[in-house]
T-cell receptor, first 117, second 115 residues
Framework: GAVVSQHPSWVICKSGTSVKIECRSL??????MFWYRQFPKQSLMLMAT?????????EQGVEKDKFLINHASLTLSTLTVTSAHPEDSSFYIC?????????????FGPGTRLTVL | AQSVTQLDSQVPVFEEAPVELRCNYS??????LFWYVQYPNQGLQLLLK??????LVKGINGFEAEFNKSQTSFHLRKPSVHISDTAEYFC?????????????FGKGTTLSVSS
């Protein structure tokens, strides 16, 4: 099956700093990637849809200037949390859509745990 | 727009007992339906999916689900659970035949299997 990786898996940073999270599709090309946020013991909330070569589409209530998304290639999307604050601490999960089988199934990365002190 | 309701937030069961995790959805268009499992501090693993065809879908780890269009349900079942099935389970929906749409998730059901 298709594999999606995320890096880093854990990150701890000081308040006010920026953190970049990478999402890679390892064995397929992903024209679309999605970024989700998950609070403890809660569901995944879609933050934005990232299409290769174009601007990301953000969900209502998600600050595009705070959560910068770049999908520069068919295998890499990055999420940068700018000027992070403790309330940004969360589990961030990406998924990538594999269009090879005609259905466009999504495959999820293992997630990145962000802790802002 | 679609929405998903998982009717039970927590389901405690004993090992080797059967289990059903309930999921209802709402949509004005045709949908694809999914069940994912999440172990602590990990990403999501696809258990099974319904795209079209047979309404009874078999997945990994002995799980199956039945799509019921009239009741807009997609309940997940397993005839005999193991301790290792303890995890968070998410039901999700996406609009059928639309490649650009994201998954909409339910709030999740915590399955706790004890001996």
């Amino acid at each position: 099956g298709a594999v999606v990786s995320q890096h880093p898996s854990w990150v701890i940073c000081k308040s006010g700093t920026s953190v970049k999270i990478e999402c890679r599709s390892l064995d397929f090309q992903a024209t679309t990637m999605f970024w989700y946020r998950q609070f403890p013991k809660q569901s995944l909330m879609l933050m934005a849809t990232s299409n290769e070569g174009s601007k990301a589409t953000y969900e209502q209530g998600v600050e595009k200037d705070k959560f910068l998304i770049n999908h520069a290639s068919l295998t890499l999307s990055t999420l940068t949390v700018t000027s992070a604050h403790p309330e940004d601490s969360s589990f961030y999960i990406c998924s990538a859509r594999d269009g090879r089988n005609g259905f466009f199934e999504q495959f999820f990365g293992p997630g990145t745990r962000l802790t802002v002190l | 727009a679609q929405s998903v309701t998982q009717l039970d937030s927590q389901v405690p069961v004993f090992e080797e007992a059967p289990v059903e995790l309930r999921c209802n959805y709402s949509s004005s268009v045709s949908v694809y339906l999914f069940w994912y499992v999440q172990y602590p501090n990990q990403g999501l693993q696809l258990l099974l999916k319904y795209l079209s065809g047979s309404t009874l879908v078999k997945g990994i780890n002995g799980f199956e689900a039945e799509f019921n269009k009239s009741q807009t349900s997609f309940h997940l079942r397993k005839p005999s659970v193991h301790i290792s099935d303890t995890a968070e389970y998410f039901c999700a929906v996406s609009e059928a035949n639309q490649a650009g749409t994201a998954l909409i998730f339910g709030k999740g059901t915590t399955l706790s299997v004890s001996s």
